[in-house]
Each structure stands twice: as structure tokens, then as C-alpha cells.
């Protein structure tokens, strides 16, 4: 799904046409040019086009982009999935921090997990006021461009490619997690399972998910309801032990006090459960009308939800003794002790791992089209505004599997990796968002402003204290890298906003360039003997330029009896006495390149106020397979002069077809 | 060096010029063009250019391709090496086969080492007549296209290139194999090993030898001296046994009846010790005046040391009761017997190997200009008729390199799994230029002729006899490779020059073709906006064109606010007014690739009498990393239409700094 419409993208790119760049441009609704003469082996690598055609369906045309319409219940598949799934690592990282205290500290789960729910509270009321505020739909970028300017506006965008990157890799690694836990002998393969599901979410977001959202519905369905079912078993479970947990405890052995410093990493840690909670306001032009109304209804759909199964798991993790375990995670242990691992758990389990998969692709959704904003504001490169055949932002899509990707390997597929360094870039754009809002409320003052400006200013407070505290008890265990890539990015928009800012003085756009005017033309035609090719080549020279010479390099070999300096050709174009001389290079050396490069050099000092034309011949012979057999002489001749810009070198591919037929 | 010498190469390619095309033609000799601005970081992959550079040194002028003058002793070290150090796999390939009929068996190694000498001397005495009926140099493949026709000289030649791989590979392994007898601890990295020294030997026939061939003096004479040292010091030896030898023996458990198949096999397998006899012959050009007589001396001169090698090693094999060993040579364990393991042993092993290095690039020297015979008779691809700068046809060496290291890498650089395949080549090649030879005398007979062919004739006789032996006795260890091979060769001739045939009838190839005639030019420029590389780009097109019009795609996207359905660029291309009509392309899909074939091919079709041109402007940024920033729409409109053989397509690069200037 898009979280920005369609009708807002693009806005301001006038000098970049939405264009599809893709190798795969031509595809099963875009014949290949038919004037070419008949199909051949030449197109045999089409095979592969088509197979990738298959997969990602056929082009889109503009009117085909669907404008979704959803329902909140619907809202909460498409994009709430990011902020709900949560709750498969939230807890858990919320225990690994407390069992470094030793297992008794484990019971300080509930008050902290009723921390975060209170903030949890307090982001929901805070962004259903971004909603009234921004019903074209709000991200933190786009409110804190317009109310805190574009440094702010920057710190957000950097922020949120960190925190897209990490919700890809860690709803991933969570999914991966509550499968192995169903499966334990999956575990040694959890890197491939990653790669294999994310190359899975990838390839749909290329073919553009317009009509998949609702699919979404069942698996979200059976993962609430199930979870919460299986809360609720849970709840007034007899406490009679079902089978022991597999597994080994992790840090079992450390018995310190649960200092401040502690209850803040795990209150830090825990707050990864609220990611994905601004996801709802991005996406408010997807709601049917009345739109926010019903998007209000979705956030308080979604913070119930979210809410009532954090509070319920922390409960359940203090009453059946639940401690961190290898290969097993906290959720999988509190299903087990629940319900048993029969059937309900693991379609409870198989369906987090669907919606976590899901969850992931909720970035999908959101990077690209940031990306492609950031590239209308010349703060990446345009690519990123550029959308493939399906309409989708495909650079972007590309480039954030590449990071989730990277990020995944480098943490092994390790959820508790990743933990540190995720949330802060979510509470850096929560905070900035809440912020931008309370200069919003300040600026335009509705009727009781002052009320919802104290109230996101509360917000922002909340979330940006939130922030620091994560930075200062999570920075070693990897919050620096988080510390350190959001300044690249903002490193690189400036670097790319000064080059494109740069390029267009240059190129003079927006102010009118000079009027064009023609310069007499000269042609140079590399032959290498008098036949069909040379002629064709020649006829086209002539048509182009006002003077043409062809030219061929002759060997001053003397080792060489059957080397006759050239009389040989000499004597043919005498014969045949086309209107345009032949020159003969002569040349010292093995390389035909040299002999010809240096003439053109010549005859482009000669003659500073003509415009030089390289014209090429090229046998494009009926099968791809029998280019070895024809000499290679146009391919090093074009790489030598395809990087002059005081030229114009044009290959001339003539097929043999219609050369033995002219 | 080169077996055959450069006045005879390239007779007859008419249609070829002897060209470059590496992509490092351009070199320390051949500055970069210098219109084409200053310098950028563009030429950056120059770098790996300069070391390539660096290493095969700079082009060569065809002057200073010396024909080199040789004496009969330096003859053995540049044309007899791979007969020479055949001792050093011939011997131990006849104790192989006899060891399966037990150790009681290897006695027979003397007798069959005699009946291979008798051999030796018929073959020398048939080469030096060979010698004297073709001075400038008779490969097989030369003799019998002369006296035998095509067809024998296909098999002469597709024999020769088996042949000549084989060479490689076996010396290469037979070498390395000497290496790892004196110092076992290299035995693992055998493999690798080999392939280093392929790769030096390769590149140093890049670079040409011609300054190196007398390099090759000191360790062929090292060789030659310490080996017959060895044997003399092994024949008068005390028998009072030195340290026992490492390594297990190869079958020791058999004991079968010495059947006459066993000798016939031992007896094939002991002539890949003739192989290289030849070599001479082939380079009779090389040698100082007289070169008849002195190539002779040389033949005579390499029989005689062959033979004593031979005979001497087989005595001491006898008396050493030499058995096969895994991981150490029987050329190894006799010199460890006569001198121990000292630093004598040492030092021949080392020559062993260097001079074995040295053998293996006899091929290099062979099968190069044989290709590019092939090629000036329309049987390979021209390609291998082309010079590379340092004069050598880097084609051809590059190809045996591959087939060399592919053969090194399949057998595991085990020379005893190559000596099954190895000779059949070498003696068809025999049997077939002295079959030519026995032509030759009928044909021309001079005084004496019958005695000479007379004993041409017991010469092709015994090596055809000797051909079908080693068909026969080896075909299941591998002989049968070879039986497939030599076929699949000539059926590649054939391929071949049936499709040249072909091609010279369609370029009507020495007919004289139509006068070409010059049409109206038509010029399509695809542009984006207007700006001094638009502008530039029309001059260009003025430049070219009778009729010049501009193209741009609009895109038909009511979900775009930011569309204005092209009005903005239709109004700043009517402010700016050239001389240039601007046509909007509406596009409902997002390609733009798309909307210009298809108004190319709509031009095309209107107008049948033009011969149409397709512009398409490229920005050269100041440094290659900056490309990532502009559109690569160039290269995908380039790539749809480069096929195209009804238009000329050119890209007109066209640098900012520049643009900026204009």
C-alpha cells in the first residue's frame, strides 16, 4: 500500500518525467519494434525478461493505480501491522534487559510494560490530532517540512530511512524467530529464511500491492484473535506446568540490583513495542470518507488492541516464570505454557510470522515514497522519483531490501541484535511530528488550540525524553550506529541538493539557452574493404553529412610478404568510385584504434567550425552465436570514442539479411 | 618464440587487417585523446589499464618484431624443450602400466625403452629430410595441405590443437610434479600451483618472448648437464642404497602375465617421450644461415641427448628397482637414488620444473599462429588472426590458456591421467607430414628420390602403426577424449567456413557494390525540458538533418496534481522558439522508452525515402560517482533502439563543464 497518494507525489520534479528506467521497460504489452527485420537468437535474452514479467505482472497504466478505500477494520491490516506485530519483541526485550539483574528482576516487566502503555496512550490521543491536522495524510517529514523547516525536516527523513530499514530487518528477524521457535530445526537455516522472505515481499512490492491489501485480512485476523485468545487462556490457566521449554536461559547467572539505569534500558528496550503506531496518520487518504473519522477510529482500534495485548503478555510472563531462552522466543514460550504446543499454538505462531512479514513490508510502503519526495526536493538522486512499469517507486523498493538485507547479515537474523538500534529513529520523527504539530496549532489556532497544542506538546516531551534515554542506555549495545548514520544521510541530501543545484546553472534551467544553429557536417567512416557494408555505411555518411571520407588503416609491416601497402584496397575503390575519397592510415602499430582516433583529431583541429560525425558499420549478423565469427573492430572503435563530447559517434548495425538483398 | 616466422603470417587475409582490440589499446605509447576536455575521474579504470600495461610492457612497432637468429645450441633451448623433458613423464609412464602386472614386471621398461629409441632414430632421420624439403618451416598442417589436401590438413591441424593443449597441460603438471617430489609439503596445492605457472607463462606470451628466448639457455643447459651428470653418476653408483624412498607404491599387489597388450600399452605410453620431435622442423626459419644445415645439426644434436636420456634412465630404473610412487616421481626417486637427496638432486629437480614451464610455452608459440593460419583459410574466426599490440595473436594464446587450464583443473594436475590422451595427437600429426613428405618426392624427384621416400614412408608407417597402438591400447583410460575431440575440430572447420562462404556472398566480397546515393535526412531528439544541453543537442541535429523535431512524453496521469498534461515545456519551448518543432507524446503507461519507439516507428513508416536519426543527449558529469545522479534514460532508450538497422541511433555526450560554458 502507498501511504502517500498518488496525487501527491511529484510535485515539483518538473524537470523529471515519471519514467520506467527498468531493463524490463519493454514487456508482454509493449511489442518490440517489428521494423527490425524477423525475430532472431538476438532475442533469446528476452527469456529471462519474460520469466521476470511473469512474476511482477504486466505494465500498469496511470488510471489502473487504484485509489484504495478502506474501512478501519481493513486500516488495521493495512497499516497498522507494524505497530501491533510489535508485541512479538517488545516483551522479550523488554526481559533480556531485567535477566541481566538475575531472574528476579524479571517480575519488573509489568510496571514497566504499564510505562509504555501510558505512553502509548498519550502517542494515540497525540496522533489522532495529527489526523485532524493533516488529512492529506502526515508523515513526520511532510509536518515537520512545513512547521519546523528543513533542518528538522531533514533529521526527520534521515530518521525515518533508519527506522524503515530496521522494521523491515527486525519484523523479519521476529517472524523468522517464531517460526524456528514452532520448528527448532529450522533454526540453523535463519539468515536464508530471512533472505528467502524478504526477496518474497521485495518482488511483490515491485509489482505494486494495489490489489493484495486485502489478502492481508485473514492472517491479521487469525493473529489478533488468536493472540488475544490466547491471552486470555493464559489468564485463568490452572498454572498446572505444561511440557518444559526447550531452550537454554540466557544470563541466568547474574544476580544485581535493578537500578535506574536498568529500569530505563528495559523501559528503552521495551518501547520497540510502539513502533509503527504514526503509521495510520501517514496513510489517511487510503480511508474511505468520511476519511478521518474513520482513520481516528483505527488509531483507537489500534492502541486498544495494542495495549490490551502488551498488558495481558506482561502479565502472563510474571505468572509463568518466563525467562529468555535461546532458539525460543518470550511470545512462543507464553503460547506454550498457555495453550500446550498443540495446533493453536502453531497457527497462532504461523500467522505471526505471516504478519510479521507483512509488518515489513509496511516500510516497503512508506521508504520508497519518502525517497521519492526527498528526490523531488533534489535531496536524493531523481532515480528515486522515477517509478517502474508498475507504478511503484522501484529504485527506493531496491535499495531498502538492500539495506534490510545487509542488516540482516550482519545481525545474523538476530532479533535482540537489532534491538538497540531500532525505536530511536521512530521517536526522533514522533517527537519532531508532535512538535511540528504544536507550532501548527500555534500558527493556525482552531478553537481550543491551546488544549491540543499542551497535549502534543506533552506528546512530543514524552517521546523526546523517550529518545535521549534511549540513546544514553542503549549507545553501546549499538545505538551509535543509529548515532552515526542519521548525520550520513543528512550529509548526503546536502551534497546532492548542492550538485543539483550546481547542475541546473549550469545547464541554465529555467532561463531560456541560446538559439540553436546548424555548422556544416563532416563524416568519417572507418572501412575496411570495398563490399555491401562499406556501401550501405556510405550511402547513410552522405545522407548525413556535407563532406564525407572514409579512411582504412594500412600496416607498414615489412615483416609481412602479403602486406602491399594498401594498393590492394586503393585499386578496388578506384574501381568502384563511390563520390567520397578513401584515405589510408598508416600505421606502425598492431591497433587500428590509434590510426583512427589520431585522424579524427586532425580533422577536428582542421576544422573548428564543423560538426565531426564518426559513423561506425556494424555486421549484425542472423544469430547472436556468430558475432565470434565477425571482427570486434566496431566494439574497441566505439569504446575509444564514446566518451567525446567534441563528436558524434554513431554505430551503424546493418543486418545481412538486408545487406545480401541491397 | 615463433614457429613459424612473421613474413609467412597473414598471407591471404585479405579481408583482415591485423588490428587491436584489447581494450587496453590504448597505452603508455598512445595518449588519450586530449579534445575531449581535461581529465576527470572518468578515467579512473585506466588504473587496472596501467598495471595490465605495466605487466605485457608497451604496443610494439611492427619493425621491432626481430626475427630471431639462432645457433643449433641455442635451437635446443628454444624448439627441443618439449621433446627434452619428456624423460621426465615417458619413463614413469611405462612403469605405470607395467606395475599392474606386478613389480616383477618392471623389468620390461628397458627392452620397451629400446624399440621407442629405434623409433626416436627413424623419426629424426625422416625430420631432417623434412627439414631439407621445406626450409621455410613445415608444420604438419603446412605439409599436408600441400601434398595431401583439405581434408588431411583438417586433421593435421584439429590434432595439432589437441595436441598443443596437451603440451601445456602436461609439461605444466609434469613439472609441478617434479616440484612437489623435491619439496612434498606442496603436494595439497598442486592445483594451484599449476595454474600460476599457466598465468605466467601466458602473460609473459602476451608480452611476446622475443627479447626472452635466450633466457631460456641457463636452465635448459642446467638441465641437459645435470641430468646427464645424474645418470652417469646413477651408472657407476655403489648400489649401497641411499635413504629410503618417501611415497606409496602405485599397485604393488598385482601380479599378473606380461601379456603382448600390456607391452603395446607400456610401449604407447612410453612415446609421449617423442613428442616434440617435431618442433624443429617447424622453425627451420629461425635458424642462422645456413638454416638447413643448422637445423639438421640441431635435430641430430636433440635425438642423440633424447635417446641417452632415455636409455640411461631405463637402466637405472632396472637397477634401482624404481617402483611408482604417489608424491614423488620416478624421475625423482632415480636422482635421489644416484645422488641422495642432496643439493645436487635439488638443483635438477628445480631445472626440471623451470625447463618443464619452458616446454609448455613451446604450444604457446605453436598453436597461435596455427589459429590464425586457420582464420586466413576462413576455418576459425578471424578474431585469431588479429594482432594484439605486442605483435602476438592474443587470441589464440589466450584460448589455449583456457583449454589448458581447464584440462590441468579436470585431471587435477595428475600428469599420469593426461598420458593416455597425450601422443595420439602428436603421432597422427607424424604420420601425416611424412606421409606428405613421401608426396613431396614423388612429386618434385630430385636425385635419390626414392630413398628418401622410402624411408619417409617406413617413417609413416611406423608412427601410423604406432597411432592406432595407442588408439587401441588407450582408448577406455581416456584416448577416447581425443577420438571425440580431433572430429569435433574439424566439424568446426567446417561450420566455420561454410558461414564465411556465406557472408562473402551476401557483401558481395570482391564484386563491386551499388554507388551509394545520399536521402533526406530525418532527426528525432528526444528531450526533457529546455536547457543548454537541449539546445546544444538541436544545433547538432541542424547539423545533420534536413528535418529536425524535438519529442518529450507527457504522461496521461489523472492521479498527479503536479500534471499539467505538458503545458509548462509546450510554453517555454514556444518562448524560447528554435527553429525546432517540440511533438508531446502522451504516454498512459510510466515508460517513456515506449512513446519514442513507437513515434520512431510511426516516422518511419511515413517516410520510407528517409533515412532517419535518433539523437539522444547524455550529460557527462565531471566524475563517473555523479552519474548515479542524472537519468539514466539515455541508457535505457539507447538499449531499446541499438538493435534498430533502419535508423542510426547516436548518443551525444555532451560534458557539463561545457554546457556551463556555452
Known amino acids: ?88 519483541y517488545g516483551p522479550e526485550a523488554i526481559l533480556i534487559v531485567l535477566a541481566t539483574a538475575g531472574m528476579g528482576a524479571l517480575n519488573k516487566v509489568l510496571p514497566i510494560t504499564i510505562a509504555i ?19 492529506g495524510g502526515g508523515g513526520s517529514y511532510a509536518v515537520s517540512k512545513a512547521n519546523l523547516g528543513g533542518g528538522a525536516s531533514q533529521l526527520a527523513a534521515a530518521s525515518l530511512i533508519v527506522d524503515y530499514t530496521l522494521t523491515v530487518a527486525v ?20 539468515v536464508p529464511i530471512c533472505l528467502g522472505i ?10 505494486g500491492l494495489g490489489e493484495g491489501a486485502r489478502a492481508f485480512l485473514l492472517p491479521t485476523f487469525l493473529f489478533i484473535v488468536g493472540l488475544l485468545a490466547v491471552i486470555a487462556v493464559g489468564l485463568f490457566h490452572p498454572l498446572a506446568e505444561h511440557a518444559p521449554q526447550p531452550g537454554a536461559v540466557v544470563v541466568s547467572t547474574g544476580v544485581g540490583t535493578v537500578g535506574i539505569l536498568l529500569v530505563l534500558k528495559a523501559f528503552a528496550a521495551g518501547c520497540s513495542a510502539l513502533t509503527g503506531v504514526e503509521a495510520i496518520a501517514n496513510g489517511v487518504p487510503l480511508f474511505k470518507e468520511p476519511r478521518v473519522t474513520r482513520a481516528k477510529r483505527t488509531e483507537l482500534l489500534l492502541g486498544g488492541t495494542l495495549g490490551v495485548m502488551l498488558l495481558g503478555l506482561a502479565v502472563l510472563a510474571v505468572r509463568f516464570h518466563v525467562k529468555p531462552r535461546t532458539g525460543q522466543t518470550v511470545l512462543s514460550q507464553i503460547m506454550g505454557a498457555a495453550v500446550g504446543r498443540h495446533w493453536a499454538y502453531y497457527v497462532v505462531s504461523l500467522s505471526i510470522t505471516a504478519v510479521l512479514a507483512l ?74 511530528a508532535q512538535a511540528g504539530l504544536v507550532v501548527h496549532w500555534w500558527r493556525t489556532r482552531p478553537a ?28 553501546v549495545e549499538g545505538a551509535w550506529v543509529v548515532v552515526v548514520a542519521i548525520p550520513v544521510f543528512i550529509g548526503l541530501f546536502h551534497v546532492v541538493a548542492r550538485y543539483y543545484r550546481q547542475v541546473a546553472g549550469e545547464l541554465a534551467l529555467g532561463a531560456l539557452p541560446a538559439i540553436p544553429s546548424s555548422k556544416p557536417t563532416f563524416v568519417i567512416i572507418p572501412v575496411v574493404n570495398v563490399s555491401r557494408l562499406t556501401a550501405q555505411a556510405v550511402s547513410k555518411a552522405l545522407s548525413l553529412g556535407h563532406e564525407v571520407v572514409a579512411v582504412t588503416v594500412v600496416f607498414d609491416n615489412p615483416g609481412d610478404a602479403a602486406d602491399d601497402g594498401g594498393r590492394a584496397i586503393e585499386r578496388e575503390w578506384e574501381r568502384w568510385h563511390p563520390s567520397v575519397p578513401l584515405h589510408l592510415l598508416r600505421s606502425e602499430y598492431a591497433s587500428i584504434v590509434k590510426p583512427v582516433t589520431d585522424f579524427v583529431d586532425q ?60
Open 1 to 88: 500500500m502507498r501511504l502517500v497518494p498518488l496525487s501527491q507525489v511529484g510535485a515539483g520534479i518538473w524537470r523529471l518525467p515519471f519514467v520506467s528506467v527498468t531493463p524490463d521497460g519493454e514487456g508482454a504489452d509493449h511489442p518490440a519494434p517489428t521494423l527490425a527485420g524477423p525475430r532472431t537468437d538476438r532475442d533469446r535474452p528476452r527469456l529471462v525478461a519474460s520469466v521476470w514479467r511473469a512474476l511482477v505482472g504486466r505494465p500498469l497504466r496511470f488510471r489502473e493505480a487504484e485509489q484504495e478505500q478502506i474501512t478501519p477494520v481493513e486500516g488495521l491490516s493495512a497499516l497498522s501491522l507494524d505497530a501491533l506485530t510489535s508485541v512479538a
Open 117 to 135: 502503555v501510558v505512553l502509548l496512550v498519550l502517542l494515540v490521543l497525540s496522533y489522532m490530532q495529527v489526523i485532524d491536522a493533516y488529512p
Open 171 to 190: 519484523s523479519i528477524a521476529a517472524g523468522v524467530g517464531a517460526l524456528t521457535s514452532a520448528y527448532p530445526a529450522l533454526h540453523s537455516a535463519t
Open 198 to 207: 524478504l526477496a518474497v515481499v521485495t518482488v511483490l512490492n515491485i509489482r
Open 359 to 432: 509488518a515489513a513490508n509496511t516500510s516497503f510502503g512508506g521508504l520508497p515514497v519518502l525517497a521519492s519526495l526527498l528526490a523531488a526536493d533534489d535531496r536524493l538522486p531523481h532515480l528515486f522519483a522515477l517509478r517502474g512499469d508498475r507504478l511503484v517507486f522501484s529504485k527506493g523498493i531496491w535499495t531498502l531490501a538492500a539495506m534490510a538485507a545487509a542488516l540482516l547479515i550482519a545481525v545474523r537474523g538476530n532479533t535482540n541484535s537489532l534491538i538497540p538500534l531500532f525505536a530511536i529513529g521512530v521517536f526522533i520523527g514522533f517527537t519532531l
Open 448 to 475: 481550543r488550540w491551546w488544549g491540543r497544542a499542551l497535549l502534543n506538546a506533552i506528546g512530543a516531551l514524552a517521546t523526546g525524553v523517550s529518545s535521549i534515554v534511549f540513546l544514553v542506555a542503549k549507545f
Open 603 to 662: 580533422v577536428r583541429n582542421e576544422r573548428q567550425d564543423h560538426q565531426i560525425v564518426v559513423l561506425i558499420p556494424v555486421v549484425v549478423p542472423r544469430k547472436l552465436r556468430y558475432r565470434v565469427l565477425h571482427n570486434q573492430i566496431d566494439v574497441a572503435l566505439s569504446s575509444a570514442l564514446r566518451a567525446r563530447t567534441d563528436l558524434i559517434v554513431a554505430r551503424v548495425p546493418m543486418s545481412l539479411e538486408e545487406l545480401a538483398s541491397s
